[in-house]
């Protein structure tokens, strides 16, 4: 298998290359934004060719800063997307897009599922729908979207980080309670992938969309206490509030919990639950 990872400086890149490590049967191509501009459609083909399959890690990642950069994040979450799926079906190699809970309106009752109706509420998420839409319309037998969510891991800014770090400044942290979703460490979707890729190449995985969050769900508040709680601190520590104490540029989704019913279609398993993956993470010092 020849695969072409893009975005192997980020967290999640970093991931794969460490799984694939471990493959005598991968030859791997890494690419960061510094061996490759993806916005140039010509070094784009140039890179895809020769290989079976892309995962595309790469993004535009400042939520905020898209509402005021719109343009450039869609030139990075869109357009080159779809530079990347024109060259995969121009060489025959599939693709796999991860994409993100912001192209949804966070306004559900219910788990998300894949086929729901899209309504990104920010400018990133409607630059991260404007890449699904041009995987969907390059690669309808090849392409793949998985979405993810509250990702964190060891080689990354991440919110499990940050709160470990003021826990030994603060002696009390206030936390919303008020956003829902899936804590997903970057290293079991990193593995998701991997078996996703072996799945698509082997005829056994439709192409399409796939929610790449962990099972179960929980809110930013009771995610820090869990944290307190493993790491052996008092989670009391840890107080309620509401996300409008702390405004920001870009609205986020109140409600990011995915549903994972499209991975029985390709005979794997969703992802394990986030407290289960969260206390393997902190055991193996997986969190910055």
């Known amino acids: ?42 070094a784009v083909r140039a890179a895809v060719t020769g290989h079976d399959m892309v995962i595309n890690t790469a993004a535009w990642t400042d939520v905020d800063a898209a509402e005021t950069q719109e343009q450039a994040a869609t030139a990075v979450n869109g357009t080159a997307v779809a530079h990347l799926a024109r060259a995969c079906a121009a060489t025959g190699a599939r693709m796999i897009h991860i994409s993100t809970d912001y192209v949804f309106a966070g306004d559900a009752t219910e788990p998300y599922p894949e086929d729901a109706p899209t309504h990104p509420v920010n400018a990133y998420g409607r630059s991260k729908l404007a890449g699904e839409h041009a995987v969907t319309r390059l690669l309808p037998d090849t392409g793949y979207i998985v979405r993810t969510a509250w990702l964190y891991g060891a080689h990354g800014p991440n919110f499990i980080a940050t709160i470990l770090r003021l826990a030994g400044e603060r002696e009390h942290l206030d936390v919303v309670n008020d956003q829902h979703g899936q804590p997903t460490w970057s290293a079991a979707l990193a593995e998701q992938l991997i078996a996703l890729t072996d799945a698509a190449l082997a005829g056994h995985a439709t192409p399409g969309t796939y929610h790449g969050t962990a099972s179960g769900h929980t809110t930013w508040h009771d995610l820090a206490r869990t944290v307190f709680t493993l790491r052996g601190l008092d989670p009391n520590r840890i107080r309620p509030t509401t996300s409008d104490h702390y405004p920001r540029p870009a609205t986020r989704p109140s409600y990011s919990i995915l549903a994972h019913n499209r991975w029985t279609t390709a005979n794997l398993r969703p992802m394990a639950d986030w407290h289960s993956t969260l206390a393997e993470a902190l055991a193996a010092g997986e969190t910055r």
């Open 1 to 42: 298998m020849r695969l072409l990872v893009t975005g192997a400086a980020g967290m999640l890149g970093r991931d794969l290359l460490a799984v694939l490590r471990s493959r005598a049967d991968v030859s791997v191509t890494a690419t960061t934004r510094a061996d490759l501009d993806i916005t140039d459609p010509h």
